[in-house]
Nanobody
C-alpha cells in the first residue's frame, strides 16, 4: 500500500493555472500507474488524467489544457492545469495502481487514493 497526499489546490480565476502535486510514501511510485480524478458537488467522480511510465491519457474535457507528469526520484506525480474554467471546480484526487488496467479511466481499478485537494475556479 502507498500513502498519497495531494497539495496545490486553491482558488483561481478563470483562465488561470494551478499545479497539483501528489506525494507518495510507503512505496516507490515507480512501481505504479497513477491517475487523477475529480468530483464536483452532487456529481460522480470522473477521470481526469493517467500516466503509466511515460505519456499521459486524458479526458476529452481537459485534453490540451492539463498535463500529467511524474518524477520518480521525488516520488511525486503532478497535474499542471492551464486555461482553467469554472467547470473544473472540484475536489481532485490522485490514485495509484500496481496492476496494468484495460482502462485507466475507471476509478475502481485503483487501489490507493489520496484525501483530495479542492480546486475552485471563479468566473
Amino acid at each position: 500500500q502507498v500513502q498519497l497526499v495531494e497539495t496545490g489546490g486553491g482558488l483561481v480565476q478563470a483562465g488561470g493555472s494551478l499545479r497539483l502535486s501528489c506525494a507518495a510514501s510507503g512505496r516507490s511510485l515507480s512501481d505504479y500507474a497513477m491517475g487523477w480524478f475529480r468530483q464536483a458537488p452532487g456529481k460522480e467522480r470522473e477521470f481526469v488524467a493517467a500516466i503509466r511510465w511515460s505519456g499521459g491519457y486524458y479526458s476529452d474535457s481537459v485534453k490540451g489544457r492539463f498535463t500529467i507528469s511524474r518524477d520518480n526520484a521525488k516520488n511525486t506525480v503532478y497535474l499542471q492545469m492551464r486555461s482553467l474554467k469554472p467547470e473544473d471546480t472540484a475536489v481532485y484526487y490522485c490514485a495509484a495502481t500496481l496492476y496494468p488496467l484495460p482502462n485507466y479511466a475507471l476509478a475502481p481499478g485503483y487501489e490507493d487514493w489520496g484525501q483530495g485537494t479542492q480546486v475552485t475556479v471563479s468566473s
